[in-house]
């Protein structure tokens, strides 16, 4: 019949060793075979055919990556460490409510509030990875709006133009780089909602449509024209975060009303959004960054209010807390594109006052056993 692989994830002890007793090589008794079927198996190949061993650590191993460190006798794999954040180049101008979009090399921030009660701006800052600079100003100042895209071809669209939420624009405007373009706007204008994606495949979900409060209702944008998609949130909610695109989102955390939280994360394929498991801290006016199955999520303010440095990482299927922020704000802002392991976050609400501040956040590969360590 040949060679049978066999799977060894048994075969690994306390500490990442291998039992090397349990047939890792030599012959295998056909009876000790479940399957019937399986007859005549003469052999299963050695480790070193499976894994291959290293004299200790191989040099640059890829995410992913398993092998048998010789020297130490354990069976490793190339994983990601905790991440954690670090200061980078202030903004020109403290804000909140701001609109983000970009990466952590190339970002975008626009719009938002620079005090609280005060009116909104048109100002626009692009990061270089160190140091923030004007970029064109956008056609209508707003805040509360949202942000898609790259820092050469970002998206703006929703926010409020003045400091009353009653006040809210259905405007949206395409960036190239340097300088701002209306283009068809929103079904439904709306402000604090949840957004990411590109310039050509955008979604808003939720969000503040003025007297008498929330809406559920979603629509995507394809580069020329906003859909209203046919499922809604579920909850009608505002103040959320967001990451992926519009056939391929992800919508997390939310107000449902002032003072009561949701901790919901919710999918969206395009058409239909489906409940999956919560944050591990409901929180509004947090930011997110990354795809439908990486992503990050941090700051906000819960319903105290605590102004949150918390920070979780979404895995497709779960959120886990990583690093904190050094500076705890609500209404942060992020740059969306960024991927979960680089991400960055700017502006902000810091008690009594707006921020300028800007963090980084990294999460870079480390070796580990096969082991709790």
Avoid: C
């Amino acid at each position: 019949m040949g060679t049978r692989t066999r799977n060894f994830a048994n075969n690994i002890l306390s500490g990442g060793t291998i039992d090397g007793t349990d047939f890792l090589s030599g012959a295998v008794a056909a009876p000790n075979i479940a399957n019937s079927s399986a007859v005549n198996v003469d052999s299963i190949p050695s480790i070193s055919n499976v894994i291959s061993p290293v004299a200790g650590d191989p040099p640059s191993p890829a995410i992913g990556d398993i092998w048998y460190n010789s020297v130490a006798k354990k069976l490793r794999y190339e994983g990601l460490g905790t991440g954690s954040w670090a200061s980078g180049g202030n903004m020109n101008t403290a804000r909140y409510r701001v609109g983000g979009a970009g990466t952590q090399t190339a970002g975008l921030g626009f719009g938002g509030s620079i005090a609280s009660a005060q009116p909104s701006t048109t100002a626009t800052e692009e990061y270089d990875g160190s140091a923030w600079t004007a970029g064109g100003n956008l056609n209508e100042a707003r805040r509360g709006l949202g942000g898609a895209g790259t820092q050469t071809a970002g998206l703006a669209y929703g926010g409020s133009p003045s400091p009353s939420d009653a006040n809210i624009t259905n405007l949206s405007e395409e960036y190239d780089g340097s300088s701002w373009t209306a283009v068809n706007t929103l079904n439904t204008a709306r402000q604090t909602f949840m957004g990411a994606g590109t310039q050509t495949a955008a979604f808003a979900a939720g969000g503040y449509v003025g007297p008498p409060g929330n809406t559920n209702a979603s629509e995507v944008y394809d580069g020329t024209t906003w859909t209203t998609s046919p499922g809604t949130i579920g909850t009608a909610s505002r103040q959320g975060a967001a990451a992926g695109t519009s056939t391929a989102g992800l919508i997390f955390s939310a107000a449902t009303a002032p003072g009561s939280l949701t901790s919901v994360t919710q999918t969206f394929d395009g058409s239909t959004y489906t409940t999956v498991n919560p944050v591990n801290t409901a929180r509004r006016g947090g930011a997110g960054s990354g795809s439908q199955t990486a992503a990050l999520f941090f700051g906000g303010a819960t319903a105290s209010p605590g102004y949150e440095v918390h920070t979780e990482q979404w895995d497709g299927t779960s959120w886990t807390i990583t690093g904190n922020l050094a500076t705890g704000r609500q209404f942060i802002s992020g740059a969306v594109q960024a991927p979960s392991t680089a991400s960055l976050g700017f502006a902000g609400y810091v008690p009594g006052s707006t921020s300028n501040a800007t963090e980084e956040f990294n999460q870079g590969p480390i070796s580990k056993n096969f082991s709790n360590d």
